[in-house]
């Protein structure tokens, strides 16, 4: 699997979708926040977007992510999670297809996202 090792587009796009593909990460910054360590939803959508819009400069994406991140990029746009629950990273169905199609971008990409969760949590 392919972990970001040094500054590229390719690592820049795997590092903004990891938050939003990652349950455990948004269990622990989100449902689980405190003052010091927290995500901002909204932020996390933000660097999706982002990392969406990277992906038509990347070279390095082979045809499946980019495939994948045009997908992302369609429920990104299309679609309205409701985060006023407290729960909504497990209970929303939006938010819960963009988290599986930023899963399914990364694993397209060889994007080890277990060991990104070992290492940011």
Wanted: glycine share 4%; proline share 7%; charged share 20%.
């Amino acid at each position: 699997m392919r972990q970001p090792t040094e500054p590229s587009l390719f690592n820049l796009i795997a590092l903004k979708l990891a938050p939003l593909a990652s349950l455990a990460a948004q269990t622990r910054y989100i449902l689980h926040a405190t003052a010091d360590e927290y995500y901002l939803p909204e932020e996390i959508l933000e660097d999706a977007v982002y990392a969406v819009r990277l992906s038509d400069s990347a070279p390095d994406l082979c045809g499946r992510a980019r495939n994948g991140l045009a997908e992302l990029g369609r429920l990104l746009r299309d679609s309205a999670p409701d985060l006023t629950s407290p729960v909504f990273v497990i209970s929303d169905p939006a938010w819960c297809s963009l988290r599986a199609a930023a899963q399914r971008c990364l694993a397209a990409m060889g994007f080890d996202l277990a060991s990104w969760e070992a290492s940011e949590l």
